[in-house]
């Protein structure tokens, strides 16, 4: 992994100093060596900060072809790369590199944009392509890794974070349209929180040349139609097929020029990884664990027992209040978003810890929830939506079930169901509402009044679903799809990308010069998922059920049985004389919180008044909401976020 900038300019010549200072901002992620090339007439610029762990003596970037009318940057990893290595020379290539990045490019050279279709991993690059005059940008099918551009005086900027385009001369503000869109949950895919900035959306490539820049999407989910003619496997077949593919996928990710560790919580997906993982390690995997404060949010006992049986190292890390409150504001200054749990803090402490230990890579679990239905919202989709026909009171009991199990959920996941007018343009679009969206949308309805006047005016009139939908191929990709298969779609194109993947992922771990690899999102892993009858993914009450047969062999019997547990930290409420929740008093009452232009001051403070008197549940519902102004006032004074 490493980061990566690229100017693109129309008519002014392009200084080295503003580049510089674009690479400056992403030091941290590629502490091994920085690099650039602009070009004789001063147009186009590439700078790069690497990260090194493929080829580690000779895959310096930018990378060129022979004849240098090609040259790339790229973050993140191309797996097989060897093989496709092979093909290359067998077709008459000749590699300058070892680097699994070299692929990429000469694979253009012979495809086009057809590449990326050949290209598996987690990745974002840019090749500037001299002999046709053309800027060719790209992102993984699922958002992994982050690249944001940006257009400002007659310059086509890219970088790998939001803070390298504003080094390099990009002016910082607030988008109030997209920070209202995150408020309510469904921040688009293209979007960003500040003003002319946006992604390349996952699935995406960027062609950019004189004459203007064009986005084209070249992969998408594809759920199948309900009525489609899927092939007849048994259910033995689909665990042996699934076995076998993430097999495949964490084998691949297990190849570097650097050790390789792996990321465990008590979940069935990190410890599924591991599990695997292990098979194919001739000494034991060093995994690293987070431990809270709190019972009911602390996994270390269950990481534990999963490594024990694996046979792996297991470094614990544990994390107090004081702990998140001291490192809180860097680890929002690396991930450029709102966060509505502190977990994203304690995943910035347990990337530091695995740098600290040595280590440049590890496997992660992210991604299953999203394919499976691991989330507790998609088992109350399939309740609320399903085709099966149980009767009313059947699913009345099985709703209230779901809801005692999975309290920890309550205010920030399930939904209440008080249907608000708000998504009647959904309901009439779709049929249904997803239940995430349910629950967004009721968080952000109970929060209204702590909205400024004139915040809340500006959108009085403006339908965000509406808004949210015109950017999303609802006739291509859910009309005709199971809901709930529709409901897995719309999460991963705002939730996985934007949150999960941004704050919990990519931003915490190279903030620390940590490359996560995640096979449960490797395409053909998703790709066979994404045909199994929804009955393997969800099954009654159990979510994750073709995972776990699959896994059954390699994973505790205790983990095997256990229901999903999102991964969040204890609320800073629970605790109003620690540290992190003196952190949320300090700068939710100071002068910081009233140059951040959504929020009524006096109301905020009121609600903090209020807090000694709320109940528990109210205090973990409230604290999505404060760690959300905290993160806002966090970015304000950071970026000196101007009011656009």
Same mark, same amino acid.
């Given at each position: 992994?490493?980061?990566? =900038? !690229? %100017?693109?300019?129309?008519? $002014?010549?392009? *200084? /080295?100093?503003?580049?510089? &200072? ?80 070299? =692929? !990429? %490019?000469?694979?253009?050279? $012979?495809?086009? *944009? /057809?590449?990326?279709?050949? &290209? ?525």
């Amino acid at each position: 992994m490493c980061g990566i =900038i !690229a %100017l693109f300019s129309n008519h $002014e010549p392009i *200084t /080295e100093s503003s580049l510089r &200072l674009g690479m400056d901002c992403l030091k941290h992620r590629g502490p091994d060596g920085q690099k650039f090339w602009i070009s004789p007439d001063r147009r186009v610029a590439l700078g790069h900060t690497r990260l090194s762990i493929i080829d580690i003596k000779n895959g310096d970037q930018p990378i060129t072809n022979l004849d240098e009318t090609l040259h790339i940057i790229a973050n993140g990893e191309f797996y097989d790369f060897e093989r496709i290595q092979r093909d290359l020379k067998r077709w008459g290539y000749q590699l300058r590199t070892n680097s699994d990045t070299e =692929i !990429a %490019l000469q694979l253009y050279s $012979e495809f086009g *944009t /057809e590449c990326l279709h050949h &290209l598996r991993g987690e990745f974002a690059f840019v090749i500037w392509d001299q002999r046709n005059d053309l800027f060719f940008a790209a992102r993984d099918r699922f958002g992994i890794k982050p690249l944001y551009y940006s257009t400002y005086g007659n310059t086509l900027y890219l970088a790998s974070e939001v803070k390298a385009l504003f080094a390099a001369g990009v002016p910082a503000s607030w988008d109030h349209d997209s920070f209202w869109q995150a408020e309510c949950g469904i921040l688009a895919p293209h979007c960003t929180m500040f003003a002319n900035v946006y992604q390349v959306p996952p699935g995406y490539f960027m062609l950019a040349s004189c004459s203007g820049m064009q986005l084209h999407r070249y992969w998408d989910f594809d759920y199948p139609l309900i009525n489609d003619s899927l092939p007849q496997y048994t259910e033995q077949d689909y665990v042996e097929q699934l076995r076998h593919t993430l097999d495949e996928a964490i084998k691949l990710r297990l190849r570097a020029d650097v050790p390789v560790g792996c990321y465990l919580s008590g979940g069935l997906d990190s410890s599924t990884v591991l599990a695997m993982a292990a098979k194919h390690s001739s000494s034991p995997i060093q995994a690293f664990t987070l431990a809270f404060d709190h019972e009911a949010y602390n996994e270390e006992p269950l990481a534990r027992e999963m490594a024990i049986h694996t046979g792996a190292n297991l470094q614990t890390i544990p994390i107090r209040q004081s702990d998140l409150a001291e490192h809180f504001a860097d680890s929002i200054w690396h991930c450029e978003m709102l966060c509505v749990n502190a977990s994203t803090t304690a995943k910035y402490l347990l990337s530091r810890a695995t740098r600290d230990a040595g280590y440049k890579v590890v496997l992660t679990g992210e991604g299953s929830d999203e394919i499976f239905g691991g989330y507790v919202h998609f088992r109350q989709d399939l309740l609320l939506y399903n085709q099966q026909g149980q009767d009313e009171q059947t699913v009345k009991l099985l709703l209230e079930e779901l809801k005692l199990k999975n309290k920890v959920s309550m205010g920030l996941f399930l939904a209440e169901y008080r249907l608000s007018e708000a998504l009647n343009s959904v309901q009439r679009l779709l049929g249904f509402v997803p239940s995430w969206m349910q629950a967004s949308a009721e968080g952000y309805l109970r929060s209204i009044n702590l909205y400024s006047p004139e915040f809340i005016a500006n959108f009085d009139q403006k339908d965000v679903y509406r808004i949210f939908f015109n950017q999303i191929d609802v006739q291509g990709q859910l009309a005709s799809r199971e809901p709930v298969h529709q409901s897995f779609y719309l999460w991963s194109k705002t939730i996985l990308p934007n949150y999960l993947l941004r704050m919990l992922g990519d931003g915490v771990e190279m903030a620390h010069s940590i490359e996560g690899r995640l096979p449960f999102l490797d395409h053909k892993v998703v790709e066979l998922v994404r045909n199994m009858p929804m009955t393997l993914k969800i099954h009654g009450l159990t979510e994750k059920y073709v995972l776990r047969e699959a896994a059954k062999p390699f994973i505790t019997d205790t983990m095997y049985k256990r229901q999903k547990h999102p991964f969040l930290a204890p609320p800073s409420t629970f605790k109003p004389n620690e540290a992190l929740q003196q952190l949320v008093q300090d700068t939710l009452r100071s002068s910081i919180m009233s140059c951040v232009p959504f929020y009524n001051h006096a109301a905020v403070i009121h609600l903090l008044d209020q807090l000694p008197t709320m109940t528990e549940s109210q205090r973990i519902s409230i604290d999505v909401f404060l760690m959300k102004v905290l993160s806002a006032c966090i970015l304000q004074e950071k970026f000196g976020l101007m009011h656009s």
